[in-house]
């Protein structure tokens, strides 16, 4: 393989990392708080959906893809309710949120299936996207790529520089210590789950604006599970989450590209390798111990005492 | 009264949890550059007053004055603001960040966290009080002395005025304890108050100004550390003497033995040597903390013995527990009613076939109706309430719960009787059935009773072992008045001079 073939590859894996970079470190927020969300899936999709509507009745994808970031808070906002208020079970909620989101923009979207929303188009950076090879894989992108390449370190910055992420961290790894240095925990887990939904939301939208322009059912197609996955392998991370993120993206490139090239593997078998490479993920994370480094208290909802 | 304005003064401060009274009208007062021990048994009421005063509990009735203005602690964060804060028996600390965010967790400050000032700041703090840490340590790696620090430099970093230790001793090494003490006396010399709570006598007598002795949530004593002539003394203020109850006790005629412990040792025991035959109560007395612990979880099977031999029913530790019988063998009831004896999610029935199933049984059936049948008579035989076999364990009150307890276990019909702190937070009627019904069982089995209770060891027992320091420093009959008389200096470690 010679660089003609690689670089429209890497590139391509940087754009289809995208969407799951968004979710991981969307859902890597949520956990840090200590609440799992596994309805990333659901979150995403309501985004896509939501954003592909906005941008189809303004004309504006900007608008359009901050609005599905708050649409995709919303539907987190549900998890929220359901574990924070009512301290019901963070595995279930989640797996409903997943199955209501779907179920939504499958029955929402029915209208809209083949249609083309206006979105975001590739604006080469000036200089950077001269830069060989590095300029076609990085700077030849919707302005969208661009803004992920800003998020993990200020998220980094944010959860281990400032005294706010410093409280959210200890509402996930202890609450009994956070209560007791008079924070209010419920308050950081509601942090954690709103603005976590808004990446979901984000990284959904990311896919009906930028990756496709056009709606489909099942436009997600359970890359909100890859970011759950992710949130392990990257050992709740950002950085190592962008690193993830794009080895997924590659893969998926990877197999559309040998699809087109008219290979004998049938489809399904190439269709399945990025969800064989999770499993293969999370079996090497849990070698590598990074399981150790989860939220102490991820999961496990504070109940009130007395 | 005279004009002086105690930092803190609680007044008539009551809490009880159903029907388990847990402080009863407790008046305390607390002094800036003073310390004050409050001592008493486990379930004596220290914890759950100290919580009041921390304001994680509210209390029931009282008042709590801070410098003469009477105030509600109505969480946490209030006490923490007027500086009351808690150095808790389990810390309070998230292992996976350093000492220095600990330490700054929850600390009111600019947004952006600049660690080389506050690593800093975190190392001066800490000299001041000749404490020696290091701020980017993870919790993880710390000590548990070193972890006790930790919670100390929380306090004094958010200049806490007093600082309330809940067993700070109980997990440290005796040169961790030495290190711990001298703190809190450079604290005191900066006008600090501090509450030290403990049953450990030689400690309070070494570092406490005043002392407090709480039994069964009430306060009954207040001395000054240097009116206390010895820790016998304090010995015996602590565990009581005054006969609350009177049960009849007619001793019965011993027959075989049902357990015989010889040269018994482990990290916390040394050499034990019991036995304890049918119709008699063998009550172990003690400090808690002494060992009983790990002798009563090696005699009822959860702990393998290391050294040494113990035979129950005549027959081999090994063998009685390779194959153990559902009935005419051991009942152990724990300290613990809600976590060991009972699962609190289920209900009275299942709670009830957990350990007498073996009855029950029909090939791989479980004759539940049958059970239902039984259970529902030892309910209105030990009247237990409420009388329903559907209600779950945690609905129950602890003395309800007990009784539940042993219903069950009587009803194995058991030749030795294990029974851990039997009354423990139980109110006086429940204590008197309870008692009542340990002295029946003798006629079937021996007893062998865990009490950190004096006055409910005399009360019930055949013979006493006073257990100190993982041994055995006597046993006697209850009527050896000698004896008896000397079991204070006893539990206090005293040696006995013939």
New interface residues.
Partial sequence: MDSAIIIPLLAAAVQSGTPILYATLGEIFTEKSGVLNLGVEGCMIIGALTGFIVALATGSPVLAFVIAGFAGMTASAVHGVVCLWFKGNQVVSGLALTILGAGLANYLGTSYVGQIAPGFKPVPVPLLSQIPALGPIFFNHDPLVYLTYCIPPLMWLYLT????G??L??AG??P????????NVAAYRWCGILVGGFFMGLGGAYLSLAYTHLWTNNLTGGRGWIAVALVIFAFWRPGRAVFGAYLFGGIMALQLRLQASGTQLPSSLLLMLPYALTVIVLVMSSWRQGAN?A??ALGVNVEP?? | MTGRIPLIRLEAISKSFGDVHANRGISLEIDEGRILALLGENGAGKSTLMSILAG???PDAGTIFFAGDAIRLSS??KA??LGIG?V?QHF??????TVA??V????A?????D?QKIHEEVMQLASQYGMQINPAARISTLSMGEKQQVEIL?LLHRKSRVLIFDEPTAVLTPREAENLFATMRLMIGQGKAIVFISHKLEEVMSVADNIAILRRGEVVDRVAAADVKSTAELAERMVGREVLLQVERTPLEPRQIVLKVEGLSAASLADIDLEVRQGEILGLVGVAGNGQKPLVEMICGLVRPALGSVRLLGMDWQKFFANPSWDLALSYIPEDRQGLATCQGLDLLDNFLLTTRGGFVRGPWLRRGQAREKAERLLHDFDIRPPNLGALAWQLSGGNLQKMVLAREFYRKPRLIVAEQPTQGLDIAATEDVWKLLLEAREQAGVLLVTGDLSEALALSDRLAVMYNGRIVSTFYVDDEESVARIPQMMAGLQISA
């Fill in positions: 520089r400032t005294r706010h410093l409280s961290r200890a790894e202890y009994a210590a956070a209560t007791a240095a008079g924070l480094e939220p102490a005492i007395d | 994680q509990l509210q946490t964060e923490i603001s808690m808790y309070k600390l998230v292992e996976a960040m965010e600990n700054y967790l929850g600390h400050g600019s947004f952006v966290l660690w929380k």
